[in-house]
């Protein structure tokens, strides 16, 4: 029996190009232009659950950020790689990353907590929280 981790990975993995072509930047870019005012140039981003890199990666990395993207889904990160090479991205499901395991100035989640168990938000965040800096 397939698990539901299990089929939206392979969702997004069949639906990898489609999704992609349809994403825009403009819903999100208030919330990103509050974010980069925030940040020094280089400073580093982790976005969970970031798909193929477009819009909000390719937004990021045009403002200066560093960003590390990371997604379950073999084929968005191979997309995100061709779409973004200036960042890094790495196939990792966001439930399995550990305490600690990112420094970054800010992490960003755009359409991808929600796919997640609810009761794993809690810890979830917990470890998010663990990336950044204090006040982050």
């Known amino acids: 029996?397939?698990?539901?981790?299990?089929?939206?990975?392979?969702?997004?993995?069949?639906?990898?190009?489609?999704?992609?072509?349809?994403?825009?930047?403009?819903?999100?870019?208030?919330?990103?232009?509050?974010?980069?005012?925030?940040?020094?140039?280089?400073?580093?981003?982790?976005?969970?659950?970031?798909?193929?890199?477009?819009?909000?990666?390719?937004?990021?990395?045009?403002?200066?950020?560093?960003?590390?993207?990371?997604?379950?889904?073999?084929?968005?990160?191979?997309l995100a790689k061709q779409n973004v090479p200036r960042a890094e991205f790495r196939v990792k499901d966001m439930l399995e990353i550990k305490d600690g395991q990112f420094k970054v100035a800010a992490v960003v989640s755009f359409y991808a907590i929600f796919h997640t168990p609810r009761e794993c938000h809690k810890d979830l965040f917990a470890r998010m929280n663990s990336f950044l800096p204090p006040g982050g």
Do not use: H
């Not at 999704?19 to 990103?32: C, W």
């Open 1 to 78: 029996m397939i698990t539901k981790t299990e089929l939206v990975k392979s969702g997004y993995d069949e639906a990898a190009q489609r999704y992609a072509s349809q994403r825009r930047v403009f819903e999100y870019v208030s919330y990103l232009t509050k974010l980069v005012d925030r940040l020094s140039v280089g400073s580093r981003i982790l976005d969970i659950g970031c798909g193929s890199g477009v819009p909000i990666d390719q937004f990021l990395v045009s403002r200066g950020l560093r960003v590390t993207g990371i997604d379950f889904s073999p084929n968005q990160i191979a």
